[in-house]
């Protein structure tokens, strides 16, 4: 499994984007304003590759499932979870990833009800966490450039800090 944001032309500060977070707010609703400024810039595409295929996501829409469920991947790394269901709707197709722990690395598989056949049936990743780890700091950096108010929202920063 692999996945990135993909920088496609020199990033800048967005002038007019605003956004609205309430105390009551989720985290959800956080990240979401993450992938509202990532979606603003248009020079950002989100990248994920498994099973054999690179998968047809975008950064509206998909990238925040993706980053909702960050935190769980990690924790299956770790050993903390013996495993996590990736959730991830693709085009209106619904694929999910079953992430196992099993010793040093993490068993990747397709347990999707759809008819969607993966070219390969299970991979095995055993620096998921280097890989979640070098994301989330490229996608602060990026938040640091085109909007660096929202690094600063509470539940932001809690949600950083928890790769740390």
């Not at 950002?44 to 909702?68: A, C, R």
Request: with cysteine.
């Amino acid at each position: 499994m692999k996945f990135d944001l993909i920088i496609e032309k020199p990033l800048t500060k967005l002038t007019d984007f605003k956004f609205e977070l309430y105390d009551k707010d989720s985290l959800t609703e956080a990240l979401s304003i993450i992938e509202d400024a990532i979606y603003e810039t248009h020079k950002i595409k989100f990248y994920f590759n498994s099973l054999g295929e690179v998968w047809n996501v975008t950064v509206f829409g998909d990238l925040s499932v993706f980053l909702e469920q960050l935190d769980d991947i990690l924790k299956v790394t770790k050993g903390i979870k013996k495993q996590h269901i990736l959730d991830f709707y693709e085009v209106g197709t619904n694929r999910k990833l079953l992430l196992i722990h099993d010793k040093k690395i993490v068993e990747i598989k397709n347990i999707s009800t759809t008819g969607w056949t993966p070219f390969i049936t299970a991979e095995t990743q055993d620096n998921l966490d280097i890989q979640i780890l070098f994301f989330v700091n490229k996608l602060e950096s990026i938040i640091e450039i085109i909007c660096p108010e929202v690094n600063q929202i509470a539940k932001i920063k809690e949600w950083y800090n928890s790769f740390q």
